[in-house]
T-cell receptor, first 118, second 111 residues
Framework: GAVVSQHPSWVICKSGTSVKIECRSL??????MFWYRQFPKQSLMLMAT?????????EQGVEKDKFLINHASLTLSTLTVTSAHPEDSSFYIC??????????????FGPGTRLTVL | AQRVTQPEKLLSVFKGAPVELKCNYS??????LFWYVQYSRQRLQLLLR??SRESIKGFTADLNKGETSFHLKKPFAQEEDSAMYYC?????????????FGEGTQLTVNP
């Protein structure tokens, strides 16, 4: 149980284009999903917290207009990198909290999406 | 502010030897502590959490509030334990149940 998928697993795009990454909880409902960024050989950096039906909460230093988050249902959150530039190239990971185990802060992670901006 | 420190970026042991991955935290309230593991080319997955007081794959971790530590231990390391290990913390102060991660420790178990 508690599987989180991400699509696509990798994407290459030209500078200036926008890229959408999907995060889905496959067998559970998630009121809260999280988006992280991970640089090579570094830890995960939280970008934003996504709550179903409301606006995302962004961490300090993360541009809201650059990284658009939509959490339209209990099983889907999307991250859109707008006008992507080479410095946005990174590994983006989402995670989700299971509504049924809201008594714990356990998060289940997706496999990540490798974004390369040329 | 909450913080998680993993002092060792790299840790190398031989198969069958005991292993301990250190984790210290700073938090003013009662945190929830986790260990996550990331095997090569795989997603981050939960290894164990302190509230469950469980042993997974032979690993255990005890929350020591006096020393603010949550070290991960295994008496006999196996080659398949080689992976990146992250200690993480959450609590009421981390609004929205955010996890704060340590920098991670790369464990290598040599044959």
């Amino acid at each position: 149980g508690a599987v989180v998928s991400q699509h696509p697993s990798w994407v290459i795009c030209k500078s200036g284009t926008s890229v959408k990454i999907e995060c889905r909880s496959l067998d559970f409902q998630a009121t809260t999903m999280f988006w992280y960024r991970q640089f090579p050989k570094q830890s995960l950096m939280l970008m934003a917290t996504s709550n179903e039906g409301s606006k995302a909460t962004y961490e300090q230093g993360v541009e809201k207009d650059k990284f658009l988050i939509n959490h339209a249902s209990l099983t889907l959150s999307t991250l859109t990198v707008t006008s992507a530039h080479p410095e946005d190239s990174s590994f983006y990971i989402c995670s989700a909290r299971d509504l049924e185990t809201s008594w714990t802060d356990t998060q289940y992670f997706g496999p990540g999406t490798r974004l390369t901006v040329l | 502010a909450q913080r998680v420190t993993q002092p060792e970026k790299l840790l190398s042991v031989f198969k069958g030897a005991p292993v301990e991955l250190k984790c210290n935290y700073s938090y003013s309230g009662s945190p929830e502590l986790f260990w996550y593991v990331q095997y090569s080319r795989q997603r981050l997955q939960l290894l164990l959490r302190h509230i469950s007081r469980e042993s997974i794959k032979g690993f255990t971790a005890d929350l020591n509030k006096g020393e603010t530590s949550f070290h991960l231990k295994k008496p006999f390391a196996q080659e398949e334990d080689s992976a990146m290990y992250y200690c993480a913390l959450s609590g009421p102060e981390t609004s929205g149940s955010r996890l704060t991660f340590g920098e991670g420790t790369q464990l290598t178990v040599n044959p």
